[in-house]
């Protein structure tokens, strides 16, 4: 999975906790993207971005915030995390719209108590 | 709905020997199907992309068809690996205006066995 560096690849927060993940390209690809993957069900889109200085929100946004300051970087915000966002975490970005390859991180495991 | 449904859910098979993976979805209107692959703590790899037009696509020992009649997709695996052990995905995208959609199956878990 080179090319995509996910930051960091496992935490552990409390309840009400925030934090930051950082996923970081070196592709110098347009289009990025945060999923989360939880057992049982097929990876889910949060946000996703479409350059620098934009971002959208994709199937389960709420919760969480990003923002892409800088074309390589795509941040992925926990305000006040709750259980129920222990998760995998996933960045992807991908060269085009339509039939572009998307590159996978190697994924951020966050756990909320 | 757009769905997509993979089965089997799991599949144990021993080195050496081939298996196919089933895909079939209900995603309107149709842009693209893709097989990836995830080994166990990592993220997924793409094998394969295929549009309308395309029956068949290969990727070494792996081997996708389309038909996109009958909505269903395949991935054949020959003369499987230890390496092969891992969960093979497929998703569908799915037009949305000037937008794109992917729809995520659950995924096959496969375990290749000595």
């Known amino acids: 999975n080179a090319g995509v560096t996910q930051t960091p690849k496992f935490r552990v927060l409390k309840t009400g906790q925030s934090m930051t993940l950082l996923c970081a390209q070196d592709m110098n690809h347009e289009y990025m993207y945060w999923y989360r993957q939880d057992p049982g069900m097929g990876l889910r889109l949060i946000h996703y971005?479409?350059?620098?200085?934009?971002?959208a929100k994709g199937e389960v946004p709420d919760g969480y915030n990003v923002s892409r300051l800088k074309k390589q970087n795509f941040l992925l915000g926990l305000e006040s995390a709750a259980p129920s966002q222990t998760s995998v975490y996933f960045c992807?970005?991908?060269?085009?719209?339509?039939?572009?390859?998307?590159?996978f991180g190697e994924g951020s495991r966050l756990t909320v108590l | 709905k757009n769905q997509v449904e993979q089965s089997p859910q799991s599949l144990i098979i021993l080195e050496g020997k081939n298996c196919t993976l089933q895909?079939?979805?209900?995603?309107?209107?149709?842009?693209?199907l893709r097989w990836y692959k995830q080994d166990t703590g990592r993220g997924p790899v793409s094998l394969t992309i295929m549009t309308f037009s395309e029956n068949t696509k290969s990727n070494g020992r792996y081997t996708a068809t389309l038909d996109a009649d009958t909505k269903q997709s395949s991935l054949h695996i020959t003369a499987s690996q230890l390496s092969d052990s891992a969960s093979y995905i497929c998703?569908?995208?799915?037009?949305?205006?000037?937008?794109?959609?992917?729809?995520w199956g659950l995924g096959t878990s496969l375990a290749v066995n000595p």
């Open positions: 895909c079939n979805y209900t995603v309107s209107p149709f842009s693209n």
């Open positions: 992807a970005i991908r060269s085009g719209w339509n039939t572009g390859e998307l590159f």
């Open positions: 971005s479409v350059g620098e200085g934009t971002t």
């Open positions: 998703v569908v995208s799915a037009r949305a205006g000037n937008n794109r959609k992917l729809i």
